[in-house]
């Protein structure tokens, strides 16, 4: 069974551009949440979306938005970049509140 | 809110020595806890999950124990090797939440 993926796996952008990035969950699962990764912060929870609906948001500008389509893919976007918003993004699939499967991680760099 | 700390931020260790990495979190309802293993610039791994009914989970030398009336949880290595070099993290669900994670434990193991 394929893991999750996300694409692409590094970008380089620069101030006030915007940024779309892709999860593909595990097959069959319909859970896919998005977190923020930096050194001073640590993990930190963007979304989750189950069943094309965001479940749960965390605690981040509204410049932070996502998506999920009906096949369980999901996207998320950063419009109006900063750069504090260089991170690795992760995501991750479950089934439900079950174990979490993490794919590898977009590298975005903002200049 | 669920919070969760782990203890040390670091360790090294020689090789073969047996280790434990503690994880303490404030919400005695939690749900699942989860190990993670992190590679540095990759995504997270999934170690070991342990359910709110479990105890613990033994997988390989790994063993991980979650004690919720103390709010602890801990993971075990057996004879540690340099390939076990990484940062363990440990994240909890309570309820219908997402996942909350430590900072970590960065791990060195000394050939």
């Known amino acids: 069974k394929a893991g999750v993926t996300q694409t692409p796996r590094y970008l380089i952008k620069t101030r006030g551009q915007q940024v779309t990035l892709s999860c593909s969950p595990i097959s069959g699962h319909r859970s896919v949440s998005w977190y923020q990764q930096t050194p001073g912060q640590g993990l930190q929870f963007l979304f989750e979306?189950?069943?094309?609906?965001?479940?749960n948001k965390g605690n981040f500008p509204g410049r932070f938005s996502g998506r999920q389509f009906s096949n369980s893919r999901s996207e998320m976007n950063v419009s109006t970049l900063e750069l504090g918003d260089s991170a690795l993004y992760l995501c991750?699939?479950?089934?439900?509140?079950?174990?979490?499967?993490f794919g590898p991680g977009t590298r975005l760099t903002v200049l | 809110k669920q919070e969760v700390t782990q203890i040390p931020a670091a360790l090294s260790v020689p090789e073969g020595e047996n280790l434990v990495l503690n994880c303490s979190f404030t919400d005695s309802a939690i749900y699942n806890l989860q190990w993670f293993r992190q590679d540095p610039g990759k995504g997270l791994t999934s170690l070991l999950l342990?359910?709110?009914?479990?105890r613990e989970q033994t997988s390989g030398r790994l063993n991980a124990s979650l004690d919720k009336s103390s709010g602890r949880s801990t993971l075990y290595i057996a004879a540690s090797q340099p390939g076990d070099s990484a940062t363990y993290l440990c994240?909890?669900?309570?309820?219908?939440?997402?996942?909350?994670f430590g900072k970590g434990t960065r791990l060195s193991v000394i050939a």
């Open positions: 979306y189950f069943s094309e609906t965001q479940r």
């Open positions: 994240a909890g669900i309570s309820g219908n939440t997402p996942l909350v």
């Open positions: 342990i359910q709110s009914s479990q």
């Open positions: 991750a699939s479950s089934m439900t509140n079950n174990e979490q499967f």
